[in-house]
């Protein structure tokens, strides 16, 4: 599938392809940088910029800003150590966090990116990205059907973890693979997921220092990113369910 999406189709196939993409998913193509006809594979047309504009920031410094378009599956505190994914499927933090376990007590989102959505991830807050954790893994569909069928699946599915240093301690910022979501890549560093390399924690040299809102990495098409915070250092302002966009506020700090 990502083969398929990263071929050069000639024109006429290319143009209905697309055409047929931002008809079945309601894109909005007007907050697209280009125009349509403008994006040379699907790919490209998946991991578009927006407009300048099109997401304005929230202009509270205590605030933290959503990192993606999307909805907002699940959010709330990580309780003996688990979280929430469906039901009874709970999974422990640590099994996310490729084993880190400092996070108990502390704050988590989950936020689903469909295929409408802009596929492009951005930073919650002001920091430092000092090393990512690439783990390797399943690419199981994360629609809210399989999340509720498939134990721990976001702990299993691959996995890219950039690690954002901010003045509230360490945050956690998950991009989750999934089905037809084989690649997964940042601005901080060149590491490419589901390339056939095995797990690793891979140093950014020079730290990469990013804005509130600063762009982040992005999904060769859609899934979930999942935010997890030090405990008692964010309070949230959304609930699942809720809709959410790049920039605008999704918690404050405590």
């Known amino acids: 599938m990502g083969g398929f999406a990263r071929t050069r189709l000639p024109d006429l196939l290319r143009r209905a392809l697309l055409r047929w993409y931002v008809q079945k998913y309601s ?5 697209c940088e280009r125009p349509l006809e403008d994006y040379p594979t699907l790919v490209d047309f998946f991991t578009r910029a927006l407009k300048p504009g099109a997401r304005p920031l929230d202009p509270d410094p205590a605030t933290v800003v959503s990192p993606v378009d999307g909805t907002c599956y699940v959010v709330g505190t990580v309780t003996d150590g688990r979280l929430p994914q469906a039901g009874e499927l709970d ?11 400092r996070y108990d007590g502390g704050a988590y989102a ?7 959505d802009y596929h492009r991830v951005h930073s919650p807050l002001d920091g430092t990205v000092g090393r990512l954790h690439y783990l390797a893994g ?21 996995r890219l973890l950039l690690w954002l240093s901010t003045s509230l301690g360490e945050v956690g910022v998950v991009m989750v693979g999934a089905f037809g979501v084989g690649r997964m890549r940042t ?3 060149g590491r490419l997921t589901n390339d056939g390399q095995p797990s690793a924690v891979v140093p950014v040299s020079p730290p990469a220092r990013l804005a509130r809102g600063q762009e982040l990495g992005r999904f060769e098409m859609g899934s979930t990113v999942i935010l997890v915070f030090p405990p008692g250092t964010v ?3 959304i609930t699942a369910g809720q809709p959410v966009r790049v920039g605008a506020r999704i918690g404050r700090r405590r």
Not at 27 to 31: A, F, K, M, R, T
Not at 91 to 101: F, K, P, Q, R, S
Not at 138 to 158: H, Q
């Open 187 to 189: 601005t901080v560093h």
């Open 91 to 101: 999974y422990a933090v640590a099994e996310l966090l490729g084993g880190d376990t």
């Open 138 to 158: 399943s690419l199981w569909p994360v629609f809210p059907a399989a999340t509720r069928s498939v134990k721990a699946l976001f702990a299993r599915n691959e």
């Open 110 to 116: 989950v936020l689903y990116l469909s295929p409408r």
């Open 235 to 237: 309070e949230w302002e």
């Open 27 to 31: 894109v909005n193509l007007d907050e």
